[in-house]
């Protein structure tokens, strides 16, 4: 079965600091990896994606993701936290079979970065 | 903005009634997705259209249905609802038909409360 797991419901980090949101996927074949973020009484937003090529995505607002096969993993991480970086984010999986996509979504990870 | 229209906003409705959501996706964009995020829940994919056709299905009550328009609107119509119905619908296009990897633009939410 085709899935994705985010292990951490919360993340805290200091401003400055650097940030790392975990995800792993489980899927049969390619995976297509995203990450989309979440702010109060918003829509998700797209961040960025893994299709392929290489291993390291950078995406929007200075996020950038590792794809790791061998770990099947995809965490999202930034080098230098922003208060405004405070947000829900999704890791996300395409799953495209005969005749249709389907995109499942983790759990989401709140990011709380403190002053 | 992501382009994704979703009406309305808001939704206050009382136990047992029917509502429609809709949606109106992105301008060329051929799939609609729509998802449900409950406070306890996450993200849940309910289903899927690709140019006016259903193509996948979540975890989709049987008193909910959708359809997908030949203009390519969707609408998401819940019925008998109940207090657990209560939560945020999203609805999300994308580019994406079979064997393609686009990212989907999601909407802002229809925050559905029912009393």
């Known amino acids: 079965a085709q899935s994705v797991a985010q292990p951490e419901d919360q993340v805290n980090v200091a401003e400055g600091n650097p940030l790392t949101v975990k995800c792993t996927y489980s899927?049969?074949?390619?995976?297509?990896l995203f990450w989309y973020v979440q702010y109060p009484n918003r829509g998700l937003q797209f961040l960025l994606k893994?299709?392929?090529?290489?291993?390291l995505v950078k995406g929007s607002y200075g996020f950038e993701a590792e794809f790791n096969k061998s770990q099947t993993s995809f965490h999202l991480k930034k080098p230098s936290a922003l208060v405004s970086d405070s947000a829900l984010y999704f890791c996300?999986?395409?799953?495209?079979?005969?005749?249709?996509?389907?995109?499942?979504f983790g759990t989401g990870t709140r990011l709380t970065v403190i002053p | 903005d992501s382009g994704v229209t979703q009406t309305p906003k808001h939704l206050i409705t009382a136990t047992g009634q029917r509502v429609t959501l809709r949606c109106s996706p992105r301008s060329g964009d051929l799939s609609v997705y729509w998802y449900q995020q409950s406070l306890d829940q996450g993200l849940q994919f309910l289903i899927q259209?690709?140019?006016?056709?259903?193509?996948a299905k979540g975890n989709i009550l049987e008193r909910f249905s959708a359809q997908q328009f030949p203009d390519l609107h969707s609408e998401l119509n819940l019925s008998s609802l109940e207090l657990g119905d209560s939560a945020l619908y999203f609805c999300?296009?994308?580019?994406?038909?079979?064997?393609?990897?686009?990212?989907?633009?999601f909407g802002q939410g229809t925050r559905l409360t029912v009393v």
């Open positions: 999300a296009s994308s580019a994406s038909g079979p064997l393609t990897s686009t990212e989907a633009f």
């Open positions: 893994y299709i392929t090529g290489d291993n």
């Open positions: 996300a999986v395409l799953v495209i079979e005969t005749g249709a996509n389907n995109l499942f």
């Open positions: 899927v049969s074949g390619n995976p297509y």
């Open positions: 259209y690709y140019n006016g056709e259903e193509r």
